[in-house]
């Protein structure tokens, strides 16, 4: 729903290339998607089980604040505040295979690459 809504708002702006990053249900949840990135952010041998599916609202961000806890990481955000060095260690291709959403963001990003390589 979200994703229309902005597709609808951005569509006749001339931005060029516009690419959503709509994590559902919840950013926390790619942030655990890559353990590795997770360990690598914090130097730490960081462990976390990822459920299938979510189970209960606010289940992702106890998730992620567990995990940090777990290594005597006390993250007064909650572990939100880690995100751009996870993203740093990131495997985008992995996390697409994990999470459909971010699976539609590696296919919009590739897609503005190559249209942004023509205009080149």
Sequence with gaps: MRRKQIDDITRDISYGIVVLAIPSPHIERWYLLDLRALKDAVDSNIAVTLPAVK??????????????????????????????????????????????????????????????????
């Design 55 to 120: 189970c209960e609202k606010g289940l992702y961000k106890e998730l992620l604040k567990t995990a940090f806890r777990s290594v005597g990481i006390r993250p007064p955000l909650g572990g939100s505040e880690y995100g751009e060095l996870i993203a740093g260690h990131v495997d985008i291709y992995e996390c697409g295979k994990l999470d459909r959403g971010f699976k539609l963001l590696i296919d919009q990003l590739r897609q503005a690459l190559v249209v942004l390589k023509k205009k080149d």
